[in-house]
C-alpha cells in the first residue's frame, strides 16, 4: 500500500440545488491496487460531502455502480491515468448521480457523432469530449439512455466553456458540473470529467 497516492490531484466539495455532492480525481496507480484505490478516492469523496461512512465498507458489483448502504449515491469513471470517484446525498430524498472522466484523444469526432445520433458536429475536441462525457454521466446516473432534454442542451451548454449549469424541469432538479484536466503540451486540456446529478422536486 506504501506506492499509493498520498493525497488526490482533486478535490471538489458543492451544495448545489439537487443535493450535496463530493469528488476526488486521484491517480490510476495500476490494476494490482485497483480496489484500494477505488476505496481511497471513494472515502475522500464521501468525506469532501460531509458523509460519515465507511468506505471500506462499499461494495462493487459487476456493471454497476459502487454500493454503500448508508444513504447516499456513489459513482465511479475511470480513464488511465485518472480514477474519479463521487458521493452524493440531498437531505432525505434519493439522489440519481454520475460521473465520466476521459482522456482527450484523437478520434473521428463526426463519425462517432452521427452514430451516436447527436444533432450536430462537434467544433473541436474539446467540444465532442464535454458531450460525451455529460452523455456518459447521464447515463449513469439514470441507468438508461440520457433524457430528452439532453439533445436540447447538448450544442448550447456542453460547447461552452461554462463549467456548471442547474436545469429545472417539471419533475427533476439537475446540476451538471465540468472541468478540464491537466494540460497538453500547446495548452489544451488533458482530459475533461463531468458530473451529473439530479433529484425529484
Known sequence: MADLPTKPILVI????????????????????????????????????????ADASLVWFPKGAAPQLDDGCTLSLSHSRPWLLAAAATSAGRRVWMGVDVERCKSRDFDRIGRFLGWPSPSRDALHFYRRWTLAEALVKALGRKAPTWFRALDGAAAGTTMESLDIDERRWRWHLRWRNVGREVGGEPAGVFCLAMGCER
Open 13 to 52: 466539495k458543492d451544495v448545489t440545488q439537487a443535493g450535496t455532492f463530493g469528488l476526488a480525481l486521484v491517480d490510476d496507480a495500476g490494476k494490482k491496487q485497483k480496489t484500494a484505490v477505488k476505496c481511497m478516492a471513494l472515502a475522500t469523496a464521501l468525506a469532501a460531502a460531509g458523509m460519515d
